[in-house]
C-alpha cells in the first residue's frame, strides 16, 4: 500500500514536471531559444548530407578544379609556365627532326667503293700530298679515310656528319674524272659559258696534280651500259641544291660534280631509280644541313613527317634549288609572324 502510494505521488510529480516545462516552453523566449536550436541542428545536418553527397560523387567521377585567382601576377606566371613548356615541348620536337634528317649514327651508302680512291691517286686526280696538306689542319685524315684513299677492296661508303666533307671531296673527284656524255655532251659545255673550265666544279678542284681540266672525264673508272646512262642523265635532271639553280644535270659547283659521282655510281651498281632519290636526299641533307632542316619544317607544317616526304619532291627545285629554297623559308616565316600575331591576340 505505501509503495501504491510512492508511485502514484512520483507519477504526480512527473506530470507536475512536465506541465511546469510546457509552462517554460511556452515562454517567448525559451521559444526563440528553441528555433535557434532548430536550425542549426538543420544547418549542420544539410551539410552533413551535402558531404556525404560529394564523396559519394567522387566514388565514380575524376573531378579536375583549377582555382585561379583574380589578382597579383597569376595570370603573368601562367602565360610564362604554358610558354616554358611549349620551349619544351618544341626543343624535344626539334631533337627528333634532326634526328630523323640527320642520323647521329650516319648513312650507309648502297655503293662500294673499291680502289676507286687508289685509282684516283694514281692518275693525279686527287694529288695525296695536297688532300692530306688540306687536312692536316683539322686534326689530318682518320684511318677511315686513309683507307678510302689508298686501299683496295672498300666497301660501302658510310656518310655522317662528321665526314660529310670528305666523302663530298672523293666524289666530286670522282664525278670529274670518269669518262660521261654528261660531261661532254651536257649544258656544262654549251659554248655561251666558254667551256667547262671556268665553273667552280672544274676550275675549282686544286687537288689534282696539273690542272683540272687535265683530269675531266678522261678516265673509264667505271663504265656504264646504255640504260644505266640513260638512268643517270634522268635522275640528274630532277636532283637541285640549294646552293645554286642548277640540277645535277648541269654540274658546276662541287656539290653537283660530286651528286653526279654519286649517281653514276649507284646506276652502275643496280640502285633502282627511287632509291636514287632517297640516296641523294640524305646526302643532300648532310651537305647542307641546315637548310634540309629547315626544309623538313616546312614538311612537318605541312603535316608531312620527314620519314614519309617524297624524295623526289623534296630534291625538285621547289625546294632544293636556291630559289626553291628561299620560297620555303619565307613561308616558315610568314607562318612564324602569324603565330606570334595569333598569340598576342589571344592575351587580349
Not at 535557434?36 to 545536418?45: A, D, I
Not at 695525296?128 to 672498300?154: C, H, I, P, V, W
Not at 655532251?185 to 690542272?211: R, V
Request: charged share 20%; net charge positive.
Amino acid at each position: 500500500m505505501k509503495k501504491q502510494k510512492e508511485t502514484q505521488n512520483d507519477f504526480e510529480k512527473t506530470i507536475d514536471g512536465a506541465e511546469e516545462s510546457q509552462q517554460v516552453a511556452n515562454q517567448p523566449f525559451v521559444k526563440q531559444l528553441i528555433t535557434k536550436w532548430r536550425l542549426k541542428f538543420n544547418f549542420w545536418k544539410w551539410l552533413a548530407i551535402g558531404l556525404v553527397a560529394v564523396l559519394a560523387i567522387l566514388q565514380f567521377f575524376d573531378i579536375n578544379a583549377i582555382i585561379h585567382p583574380r589578382f597579383g601576377n597569376f595570370q603573368k606566371q601562367q602565360q610564362l609556365v604554358e610558354q616554358s613548356d611549349n620551349n619544351q615541348i618544341a626543343d624535344a620536337a626539334s631533337v627528333n627532326l634532326e634526328q630523323a634528317v640527320l642520323p647521329v649514327n650516319g648513312a650507309v651508302l648502297p655503293v662500294v667503293w673499291g680502289d676507286l680512291g687508289k685509282q684516283m691517286a694514281e692518275y693525279g686526280v686527287i694529288d695525296s700530298q695536297k688532300f692530306e696538306a688540306l687536312y692536316a689542319s683539322r686534326g689530318g685524315l682518320d684511318e677511315n679515310t686513309k683507307k678510302l684513299l689508298y686501299n683496295f677492296g672498300n666497301g660501302r661508303l658510310i656518310i655522317n656528319q662528321q665526314n660529310s666533307g670528305i666523302i663530298l671531296n672523293l666524289l666530286w673527284a670522282f664525278g670529274l674524272a670518269n669518262k660521261n656524255q654528261i660531261l661532254e655532251k651536257g649544258p656544262i659545255t654549251d659554248p655561251q659559258y666558254g667551256g667547262a673550265s671556268g665553273f667552280a666544279s672544274t676550275g675549282g678542284w686544286s687537288l689534282a696534280k696539273g690542272k683540272a681540266m687535265d683530269h675531266y672525264s678522261k678516265y673509264a673508272l667505271i663504265t656504264l651500259t646504255s640504260q644505266q646512262q640513260a638512268l643517270v642523265e634522268k635522275v640528274s635532271q630532277n636532283i637541285y641544291r640549294p646552293c645554286c639553280g642548277n640540277s645535277t644535270y648541269f654540274p658546276d659547283c662541287n656539290h653537283g660534280m660530286a651528286m653526279l659521282g654519286l649517281l653514276e655510281l649507284m646506276a652502275a651498281q643496280g640502285v633502282l631509280e627511287q632509291q636514287m632519290y632517297k640516296v641523294a636526299l640524305q646526302v643532300n641533307a648532310y651537305w647542307f644541313p641546315d637548310t634540309y632542316l629547315t626544309i623538313a619544317k616546312y614538311f612537318q607544317k605541312r603535316g608531312v613527317s620527314w620519314d614519309k616526304v617524297d624524295s623526289k619532291e623534296a630534291l625538285g627545285a621547289s625546294y632544293s634549288s636556291a630559289s626553291g629554297y628561299r620560297q620555303v623559308l619565307s613561308k616558315l616565316n610568314q607562318w612564324q609572324k602569324n603565330r606570334v600575331a595569333a598569340a598576342g591576340f589571344k592575351k587580349f
